[in-house]
């Protein structure tokens, strides 16, 4: 039995069954035994594989669209670029190496990383050394002042609570303790107004993540008062339904409740609850990663690499175009929204 499953069946037992938000909060964020507070979960010998770990072109793409922005909105200058949850540092890399030709922008970057990971600081900090950048524990650190800022996957890793319609009521999905093990159980069922704008059939489980709002309503805020942009990437749906809780460990998925703290989880985001958030900033319209990198300019970017390749390292490169545009593949699930001040343009690529 692993120390944080042991921890989380003596919680239960004393204080009785746990949302499956707070379950994942403690599998990703406990302090000592959760997820990311022990490891670097990304690549091949990880758990997973982000965009940006695919290819450098993910970076750069999204890098020459914020300048872009920036360019739109007059230059301001000094700025903040910042990245909620940045991994291993590589798509902030990637961005600043693609804008380093923008006049004007090299000189007024100043990079901040809201990062809750000890063991990925660590790494962020070799990737961006001589970037200077300023790590924050929330998005309330981020400095008051014209912010252009990227999400990649990190609003998946927020803790969802799931909750089963009923009659006129919820019932919430709980992690409870049967036996030894851990294992789902149903609340009784209770009213939940947040989700009053659903209208499903008995049954159907819907998800929210009680976090995204604030976080989204903050850096709206900065970006409404101040200027700037902000780009939110994440697998997932306008008005998600059903239950998208996924455990993924050595790249395969697995039952998220089979080695709390060892595996990944996530949950497909509600990209209508982050529009809904984004007030009094606008919300551009979801548009999706594979349709936003072709409009971006990636196909071309990948010929002039490719020309510079041979063998299997242009294979791969073939293989990391495609894995990041294909509808098959990255292109449809994966979605992106931008948001930015009332009345200004939308970043290059974004649907109205
Ligand atoms: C799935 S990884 C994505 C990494 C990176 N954006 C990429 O695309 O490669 C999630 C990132 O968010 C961070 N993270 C997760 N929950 C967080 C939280 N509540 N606050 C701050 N960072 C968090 C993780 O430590 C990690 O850096």
Redesign the pocket.
């Known amino acids: 039995m692993s120390a944080l499953r042991d921890h989380l069946v003596t919680r239960i037992r004393a204080t009785g069954p746990l949302t499956v938000a707070d379950y994942m909060a403690d599998c990703?964020?406990h302090p000592v035994h959760g997820y990311?507070a022990t490891r670097d979960p990304?690549g091949a010998a990880g758990d997973?594989t982000?965009?940006?770990?695919i290819s450098q072109m993910f970076g750069e793409m999204l890098g020459l669209c914020l300048a872009q922005t920036w360019m739109d909105q007059g230059r301001p200058a000094p700025f903040a670029l910042a990245?909620?949850?940045?991994?291993?540092g590589?798509?902030m890399a990637d961005i600043l190496r693609a804008t380093r030709a923008v006049p004007g922008f090299a000189e007024a970057v100043e990079v901040h990383l809201?990062?809750?990971?000890p063991v990925?600081r660590a790494r962020q900090a070799e990737t961006l050394a001589g970037h200077a950048p300023v790590w924050h524990d929330?998005v309330e650190g981020l400095p008051d002042g014209p912010l252009f800022l990227v999400a990649?996957?990190?609003l998946?890793?927020?803790p969802i609570r799931q909750h089963v319609r009923d009659g006129g009521g919820w019932r919430e999905r709980l992690v409870t303790v049967e036996g030894a093990a851990l294992a789902f159980a149903l609340s009784p069922p209770l009213p939940v107004p947040e989700l009053d704008h659903h209208d499903v059939a008995d049954g159907t489980l819907v998800e929210r993540c009680p976090a995204l709002p604030g976080i989204v309503a903050s850096v709206a805020a900065r970006i409404a008062s101040h200027g700037g942009a902000a780009l939110f990437l994440d697998y997932g749906h306008w008005r998600s339904r059903g239950d998208t809780l996924q455990a993924l460990r050595g790249h395969a998925p697995e039952d998220p409740l089979a080695n709390p703290g060892a595996a990944?989880l996530t949950a497909h985001i509600d990209f209508e609850a982050v529009a809904r958030a984004a007030v009094p900033a606008c919300a551009s319209g979801m548009t999706a990663q594979g349709v936003l990198l072709e409009r971006l300019g990636i196909t071309a970017r990948a010929q002039a690499l490719a020309r510079t390749l041979t063998d299997a390292a242009l294979d791969a490169h073939v293989a990391a175009h495609r894995r990041l545009t294909h509808p098959a593949e990255m292109g449809d699930l994966f979605k992106a929204m931008a948001l930015v001040p009332p009345g200004a343009a939308l970043p290059p690529g974004f649907d109205p």
């Open positions: 990703l964020l990311y990304l997973f982000t965009a940006p770990e990245e909620l949850g940045p991994g291993r590589t798509l809201v990062e809750a990971s990925l929330t990649n996957e990190f998946d890793a927020l990944d």
